[in-house]
């Protein structure tokens, strides 16, 4: 140091040196200055600034006395070097901090590849070199521009891995939060894959048929029970209590084990399948193993059993079986969202009445029946409305509730149903054989039940 830096002045301002630069200011080289002081056994030196820059030895001189004052009292001091590491340690550039987030989270990402591909294409071009901190709106707006001819569903896969990779910098304090939010495009690219009664048919008598036993055994539990490939691929014998009915599933999406029940048939499936797990792969824990018995990656067969069956190509066999599953749920009536949402082992309700609310067209048919029948006969806001072993009948005209012997009188005010015997429509336009006339206002009621 001492051969570097030079005392400023041998009398005036203990502990500034300096040292020339070749850079010229004013015709002569510039001058850096630079300041010592202890900080316990230790001693620091800093470089406060040049001439060129403004900086002279009272400057530097004021800034070393307070960072002694500081040492003084207790404070932690931080040379400007110090500073500024620590910021870049908080604040890296964008490209590392997504080489972190695909290494440490890559095992637990489904689409790692997907995601990888996505950013060395659309985010590394833009980010990479830049700091979060340096991350502006017009950046994400050029982004934008750049995906304009594609998908919103492709910007928007985008715009969401650039965010989970900043977000995963923030917790890992390897970056500050953007300074501004990141506006997510509208999306409409939601596809619920359901099976017509003649492709069910097919895809029953293919599983039941084919080949590989295993495939066949998988493809079946999943039309049954709804379960995602990963979570029949980590199905082990553990997992099957047949005492209690129940299924359990190993690290599903949500991270947290849950159970599902088991039907007669579905347990007569597992079975069978352990059956020829225990002839083709003694020893394996797993009930559908892949190769040498260990835990199954992959299932490429499932893509001539689409061909075989006759399935629209487009249909996603384990994917679109569940869709299926949840649809065939919803339209059968006898199960409400929140019990579809238990069997599918989603974590909030909303979401699966978000996705399979609008699969209803049974249920709501056989909600909306008593409306056929009350419109068969009535016209111009003659709604009747139905309860069940009751009868109201409401008109522009007021309320009518029918006597025993079919005559209806007027009322006004509440509601008052009335129990009355089933006879036959009078009308010949309907079929559903439980309508009777009000003789008076010729409307027609229904009895219900």
């Keep these: 140091m001492a051969s570097k830096y030079k005392r400023y002045h041998p009398k005036k301002w203990a502990g500034v040196y300096v040292y020339e630069l070749r850079e010229l200011y004013n015709g002569s080289p510039d001058l850096c200055f630079v300041i ?49 590491r620590e910021q870049a340690e908080k604040d890296k550039p964008f490209a590392e901090i997504a080489g972190a987030y695909f290494d440490i989270k890559g095992p637990t990402l489904k689409g790692l590849t997907t995601d990888r591909n996505r950013y060395l294409k659309h985010l590394k071009p833009l980010f990479g070199k830049r700091s979060v901190s340096e ?42 939060n953007l300074a501004f939010q990141i506006e997510m495009p509208i999306k409409d690219n939601e596809i619920i894959e359901h099976l017509t009664p003649e492709e069910t048919r097919r895809f029953l008598d293919c599983a039941r048929t084919w080949p590989a036993r295993d495939v066949g055994n998988m493809l079946l539990l999943a039309f049954f029970t709804g379960m995602r490939r990963g979570e029949m691929f980590k199905l082990q014998d553990d997992d099957v209590a047949f005492d209690l009915k129940l299924i359990r599933l190993r690290d599903p999406k949500g991270r947290k084990t849950l159970s599902i029940g088991m039907s007669s048939l579905v347990e007569k499936l597992l079975q069978d399948q352990m059956a020829w797990r225990d002839e083709h792969f003694p020893g394996s824990p797993y009930i559908f193993p892949g190769k040498n018995g260990e835990m199954r990656k992959d299932c490429t067969a499932v893509d001539r059993f689409r061909k075989a069956a006759g399935l629209p190509p487009k249909f996603r066999p384990f994917h679109g079986l569940r869709h299926h599953f949840a649809v065939s749920l919803a339209n059968s009536g006898k199960f409400s969202m929140d019990m579809i949402s238990e069997m599918l082992t989603h974590k909030n309700v909303d979401f699966t009445k978000k996705k399979y609310a609008q699969f209803l067209p049974e249920t709501l048919g056989r909600i909306f029946s008593p409306a056929d029948g009350s419109f068969c006969g009535c016209s111009d806001y003659r709604v009747h409305m139905v309860q069940e072993k009751d009868i109201i009948v409401r008109s522009r005209h007021g309320i009518h509730t029918p006597d025993a012997q079919g005559t209806g009188r007027r009322r006004r005010g509440q509601h008052t149903p009335v129990q009355v015997p089933n006879r036959q429509c009078g009308f010949s336009g309907c079929g559903n054989g439980c309508l009777r006339q009000c003789q008076r206002r010729r409307h027609l009621y229904r009895r219900a039940g």
């Design 135 to 176: 991350i502006t709106p017009q950046m994400v707006e050029e982004l934008r521009k750049s995906l304009s001819e594609r998908k919103p569903a492709t910007l928007w896969n985008a715009l969401e891995l650039l965010r989970r990779i900043i977000n995963f910098g923030v917790k890992t304090n390897r970056c500050p």
């Design 36 to 84: 010592n002081f202890r900080s316990g056994r230790r001693l620091i030196w800093e470089k406060v600034g040049k001439i060129s820059e403004g900086y002279g030895p009272d400057v530097a001189a004021e800034i070393r006395a307070e960072r002694i004052k500081a040492i003084r009292h207790g404070e932690e001091v931080k040379t400007a070097k110090e500073l500024r």
